[in-house]
């Protein structure tokens, strides 16, 4: 649980600042600092465990299924990153409160810097490769908005998207790589992958794997050639640049190596892919940091290129090489946070970062300038100097290389030359700001030393540097010893680090490039002469280019295929339903199944043909909407006529109610459109959608042709016929389906149809429509509003069709009926009022907001679920009983009941919010023809 | 009888799918509450056709209480919600359509007569920042 809370401190700590930033910036840093604190006391107590080579496990699980689990491990490596991430972290935030000016939100930066740290302690503990590739993908997002922390700044926009990019790109491939891995060894616990080295190395699969997880790796470490984003993410706050971009989030790749090291390495493959990808990143790096006049450039490319370096010594597959990969990740977070700081302090005084400006510091501020010196020798490898030990280690390793054809030289040689470009670059990096004449036209002059505060953490990591680099074994001796084991385990190397080796070739390297670096140094006038001259593609534009080109072709793609034409959509749409289907169906041969046709009698017959016959002549005399509409009513009627044959009561009253209902709102809405459909369509297109229509429908026949001959599973039918009176305490089975069994579809249903209500309500607010004076054939619409026999005929009814309704509800859970039928019955009923004696007539006797019935259909139907949990029953859980009630008998009472009411009111209220709001725009436009279109029409009134 | 009726909803579905690609509304509103009848039906035919009896189970000896005796009622269930939600989307799409009439001035699918195929949307030029 503890480890866990190792993670979730720092998201406390993202949580107080916005809140406790309005009390002032120190008390928003306090707010901040508290969780990683925290976490880092909680670290610090499994210190001395961990020095002993102890692992720390929790486990909860998260997704087994999916083997996502919420499984961590403290180990040595993990606890050296942790330790640096927090202790960084907290030198960071400390350090953000005098660098971040007054107007940008300190709240914000912290919030996010703590997102990341979560995110960041996540990878480094995560004993599950799903859960790290989580954390992995947590730290490219928080990165992103980092880096656009000052959104309003077109190249931090930029930067960030590049960064997201680059690194979220790599993260699928990580995690693409992860399942494979899963796949091999069968789980995705780090351990057990960790433990399968043999297993992992021998699987086909291997080299895939490996790579897509080096793509990831690499992209987060910025190497070649992914390396290209870490430059632009410089647009962030430096900050930021001095905890994510060098410190800690970089080191995620080379961290992942490390974890995977067991697993992956010792191939070939592991070998030259690693070692070249170092080597070239290296090099490339230390060359291209000395023409940077950007100091967080070349801090940037130094950054690369120290990356390239911890890459080429896990490439060697050489345990000595692999400490001293670890050791060089903690001396690079150290000199380089440190650098980073010194940078910001240098850009916070001057206002610019530009070294060709900014020359002869250390007039202004010497303190700055001595611990920034004292972070330069460390990055150039200087002796006494936490730098040198690793960079010392490395010499050394470079020599054990063996490649292939006697070129072993190559690569002492590459790195040499790095080195001599290390030390050029860092020489500059002090020479040009705090020496070399003068300043030139500063923003800000004369710069001062920043308040000592400001200063203190860049010094606390200044004085780390000296102390490792002068007492190596009583300082990072013995953290680096448990990283080391947890990565090779019992394999692990005699090693002791020592300033003095003797005399030797690694040393003989070290002094020429220090010799070689100052040298160069200057002599740069030519060589930057040289560099300025070739020309060079700006990363950014090529990159942004690309995206561009991304998208206007993602963008023609789409106008292919959508070019806003509804007709065109549709066909597609059908055209490519009927391609799927048609590979399903092939062969065709095995389309009919076995089971043998029952015969046909002549009613069903003839009833089918009038169905034919009636959908035909809809379609073909669609133009004239009225008829069509007419002939449309038939085909309804006798769709329920089909119901009624075979066997299904419910369904038929249902039918014969709604066709009612959609006649009554089709010739409403008729009044307001053209009576007359145009012939818009082409010979070519009619030719083009019969050809669809008819391969439509032949499709959906051939497939039922093909259900029904087949044999059918009645299980779930003959659970339902067999537990409805015992479990609903109904006969009628469709009915306590809807109401019992499958009560919450019912209840999902109704909500969709009052939502369906509240949005016609809506649509037609406001809705001014040109009024028709006549109809298609250009006759007017009569003058007598309602006739008076209809009227009152339907004045008599409505008081028998709503006793009908009653009736039909009540019987509804044992016969043929219930609450969506009575519904509909009672809406008729009313309409049918509405028709016949006008909206204000009904409207002054029945003063109901229809939407708020409906709504309050939905809130009985939901009370009455919710009413089982007062029992102790699931949501929706119905009981019932047997009364009996003099004169009516015995008969059953269920609290499905209730939510049968509910469907009912629903039910009646969305219908008659529908009906009742077109038919009032009717009313409304008729009534007063000063509308847009009144004109002669207004004498039809 | 199965393959009456698979004819019957087969044509339900042509003349629905002819009707929805017209290039109108009303007549594609239409064309939709043929489709769904055509759909019901088949939905509704999956429990098979059975003459004479209705899923109303008699109160007594539930052990006669089979498909032997009762036809499915799980896909009548099932139909019966979807016609009533049939309605509702007819009567949404109905005042979507007199609502495009109202704002757009005609009942065109595309809100403009005489679209045809060719593109009315051209290639967004991407503003600067956006790309």
Partial sequence: MELLLIILLPLLGAFLPPLCERFGRNIGMVSAAIGPLLALALLVSYLPALLERQVFFFHLPWLPQLGLDLSLRLDGLGMMFALLILVIGLLVIFYARYYLAEKDSLGRLYTLLQLFMMAMLGIVLADNILLLVVFWELTSLSSFLLIGYWSHKSEARKGARMALAITGAGGLTLLAGALILGQITGSYSLQVITNSADLIQAHPLYPVALILILIGAFTKSAQFPFHFWLPHAMAAPTPVSAYLHSATMVKAGVFLLARLYPALSGSELWFYLVTFTGLATLVFGAYTALFKHDLKGLLAYSTISHLGLITLLLGFNSELATVAALFHIVNHATFKASLFMAAGIIDHETGTRDMRKINGMWQYMPITATVAMVSASAMAGVPLFNGFLSKEMFFTETLQVELMGGFDWIIPLMATLAGIFAVAYSYRFIHDVFFNGQPVDLPKFPPHEPPGLMILPMAILGVLCLLVGILPNLTVAPILDAASYAVLGEGIPDYHIAIWHGLNLPLAMSATALCGGLLLYYQRGGLFAFYERKYRRDEKEVFEKRIQTLVRSAQRVTDAIENGSLQRSAALFITTGLVLAAVEFWPLGQLLGKVALTPIDWVSLLLALVMIIAALVTVIIHHNRLAALLVLGVVGLIVSLVFVRFSAPDLALTQISVEVVTIILLMLALYFLPQITPHDSDKRRVVRDLLLAGGAGLGVALLTLAILTRPYDTGLADFFLANSVSGGGGTNVVNVILVDFRGFDTLGEITVLAIAGLGVYLMLNGLHLPLPGADGDGRRWARDPYPPILTVLSRILLPLALMVSVYIFLRGHNQPGGGFIAGLITSIALILQYVCSGSAWVQQRLPFDYGRVAVLGVLIATLAGVGSWAFGYPFLTTSFTYVTWPLVGKFELATAMIFDTGVFITVVGSTLLMLAQLGNLAQTTYDTPSGTSSGTNGEAH | ?131
Avoid: W
């Fill in chain 2, 1 to 131: 009888m199965e393959a009456l009726i698979a004819l019957v909803i087969g044509v339900l579905v042509s003349c629905g799918v002819y009707l929805l690609l017209r290039a109108r509304t009303f007549p594609v509103i239409i064309g939709l509450t043929l489709l769904s009848y055509g759909v019901n039906l088949f939905i509704f035919v999956m429990g098979r056709l059975r003459t004479g009896v209705p899923p109303v189970v008699s109160k007594g000896d539930t052990s006669l209480s089979t498909t032997l005796n009762y036809t499915d009622p799980l896909p009548q269930a099932l139909v019966l919600t979807a016609i009533v939600i049939g309605f509702a989307m007819t009567a949404f799409l109905l005042v979507l359509a007199l609502r495009a009439r109202a704002e757009l001035g005609n009942d065109h699918v595309d809100g403009t007569a005489g679209l045809g195929e060719k593109p009315v949307i051209p290639a967004r030029p991407l503003a600067e920042d956006e790309v």
